[in-house]
């Protein structure tokens, strides 16, 4: 019996590797389908329009809310981001299992008008590891770390709210358990 369709999202605070565990994921199962977000942040090196983001100013934000075309959307760390709507109930509506990866307010937000939605959250394995990790990554300047650390402070303090929580200690761990959430009916 094929697996009913799903919308999993993905949450957890900045730098914990959900973007790593997601792209090692669909390195080995390109057929996880990840909605590519709309945000007003500027691309760091290297990613590109409409893989990583749709990288779009305040103007073309502001029309993306005001005509309804997001599920979901949130301001983080002085930027926008937000789920293009039709891309994701396109999906389901077809049958296929849909995966998002969101900060908490987002999460919030579906979980609100998608009750179905499976909320996940990736936690990590300490305080000091998640500082590591979001230092040594180095695409931050060390006010927006601060600004993303006070901001995971509070979605540590969520996280009896998800259904489920990974802990990410290994990358190829993390994604077979969340593949696996995915498929489980
Ligand atoms: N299991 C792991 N062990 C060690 N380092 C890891 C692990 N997972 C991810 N990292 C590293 O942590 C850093 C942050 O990872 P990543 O960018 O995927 O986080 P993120 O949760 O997507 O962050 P953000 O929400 O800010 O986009 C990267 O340098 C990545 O290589
Ligand atoms: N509510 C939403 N949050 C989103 C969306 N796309 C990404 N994100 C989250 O934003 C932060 C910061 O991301 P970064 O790429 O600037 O490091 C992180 O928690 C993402 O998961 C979205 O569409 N809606």
């Known amino acids: 019996m094929a697996h009913r369709p799903r919308l999993t999202v993905l949450s957890g605070p900045s730098g914990v590797g ?17 909605s590519v977000s709309a945000t007003t942040r500027a691309p760091r090196p290297g990613e590109k329009h409409g893989v990583q983001y749709f990288f779009v100013d305040d103007e073309e934000f502001d029309k993306l809310v005001a005509n309804g ?5 949130a301001e983080f760390a002085g930027n ?34 998608m009750p179905e939605a499976r909320l996940v959250f990736l936690a990590p394995p300490s305080w000091e590891e998640l500082v590591r990790r979001l230092t040594g990554r180095g695409t931050e300047a060390p006010e927006v770390i601060e600004r993303r ?37």
Do not use: C
Not at 18 to 34: F, I, M, Q
């Open 18 to 34: 959900k973007s790593t565990v997601v792209a090692h994921l669909r390195k080995e199962h390109p057929e996880v389908w990840l």
């Open 69 to 73: 075309e997001l599920l979901e959307w």
């Open 80 to 113: 926008r981001y937000g789920t293009p709507r039709r891309a994701v109930l396109d999906r389901l509506e077809a049958g296929e299992s849909v995966l998002l990866e969101i900060d908490l307010q987002g999460a919030r937000l579906v979980r609100a008008s």
């Open 149 to 185: 650390l006070a901001a995971a402070r509070t979605e540590l303090a969520a996280e009896s709210e998800f259904d489920t929580t990974l802990v990410n200690t290994s990358v190829q761990d993390v994604s077979a358990e969340l593949l696996a959430l995915m498929n489980d009916e």
